[in-house]
């Protein structure tokens, strides 16, 4: 194919990622982990299945960082995720290391790629691989609004009895408890939510969002969502691909923009093919801005623990 991604981590979220982008056909797929046979058997797998999902994409599997050279965008899923109990930010020491590992090897094989980071804590991540790789910011993301926004949109499609298809919805600020879901801006065919559902309604799918990767967490038991989690960082990776100029919301690097400076925060972007094209502020309410001001706080703690952390 035209176009090259490589998904590290080839676990739960990035194998699964490494299917959806080859079942669609938007591009060849390189497949890395540090553990020796994982990405060759499962993109040797992968390949199996091709003539009866019918692409052509290819799939390779590999441990060394020379197979993904010239990528035109690098998934990051390489980590540990949550076991029951544990927050996202339990896993920031851990995961820090592996994101500064892998990035150094990702820069030196594709120096012009772009980043989209999923390891969790989702926002200090995404700091760790803009300072490892000296990318300049648009090509550094994170994912994590389009997941927690489809959260909110599968539950508002349950709770309204309505197809998917007609729900619209955004979530700020960080991948955390913080999380800013707007019912403002969230809408069926159109219509705010606002005027579909008493407060208490919503003020309950909000919550069940916030606690929406808690929620899946528990019910698993041994690790976290991947399905929602890689069909998400799809949709990220297909804008950029097919230069779509899409509008979704994503984890970007703010300088001055909601009153954020130097912070990545989930925030609505333009995707293309440079890879954050723009950063899109929208009027908020002084309880919004207050909701996204404190989920910025509870990132720039993330963001002082790196520090001492000498990460
Ligand atoms: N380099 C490459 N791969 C690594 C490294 C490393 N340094 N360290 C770990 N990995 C690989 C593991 O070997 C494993 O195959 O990352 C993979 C992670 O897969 P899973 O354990 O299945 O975790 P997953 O559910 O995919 O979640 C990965 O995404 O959603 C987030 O919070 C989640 O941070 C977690 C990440």
Do not use: W
């Not at 040797?44 to 999902?53: F, M, N, R, T």
């Amino acid at each position: 194919m035209e176009k090259k991604v490589t998904v590290v981590g080839a676990g739960n979220v990035g194998a699964t990622a490494a299917q959806r982008l080859a079942e669609k056909e938007l591009c060849d797929v390189v497949l890395i982990d540090i553990i020796e046979g994982v990405p060759q058997g499962k993109a040797l797998d992968l390949s199996e299945a091709a003539p009866i999902e019918k692409h052509d994409a290819h799939l390779v599997g590999s441990n060394d960082y020379e197979a993904s050279a010239g990528s035109d965008i690098v998934i990051i899923t390489a980590g540990i995720p949550r076991k029951p109990g544990m927050s996202r930010d339990d896993l920031i020491s851990t995961n820090a290391g592996i994101i500064k590992s892998v990035t150094q090897q990702i820069v030196k094989y594709s120096p012009d790629t772009i980043l989209i980071i999923v390891s969790n804590p989702l926002d200090a991540m995404c700091h760790v691989a803009y300072e490892t790789s000296g990318f300049p910011k648009n090509r550094v993301m994170g994912m994590a609004g389009v997941l927690d926004s489809a959260r909110f949109r599968a539950f508002i499609s349950m709770e309204l009895n309505v197809s998917v298809e007609n729900t619209h919805a955004f979530v700020l600020g960080g991948h955390g408890d913080t999380m800013v879901p707007l019912p403002r801006y969230s809408t069926v065919a159109g219509i705010p939510i606002t005027e579909l559902m008493p407060k208490e309604r919503i003020d309950a799918l909000v919550e069940r969002t916030a606690n929406g990767g808690a929620e899946i967490v528990s019910l698993l038991k041994t690790g976290s969502a991947y399905y929602a989690p890689s069909a998400a960082a799809v949709e990220m990776a297909e804008a950029i691909l097919k230069d779509k100029k899409k509008i979704l919301p994503c984890a970007a690097y703010l300088e001055g923009e909601y009153g954020i400076n130097d912070l990545f925060i989930g925030v609505p972007v333009k995707l293309g093919s440079k890879g954050i094209e723009q950063i899109i502020e929208i009027e908020l309410t002084a309880d919004e801005k207050a909701k996204l001001l404190k989920s910025a706080e509870a990132v720039q703690g993330l963001k002082d623990t790196l520090k001492r952390l000498g990460v």
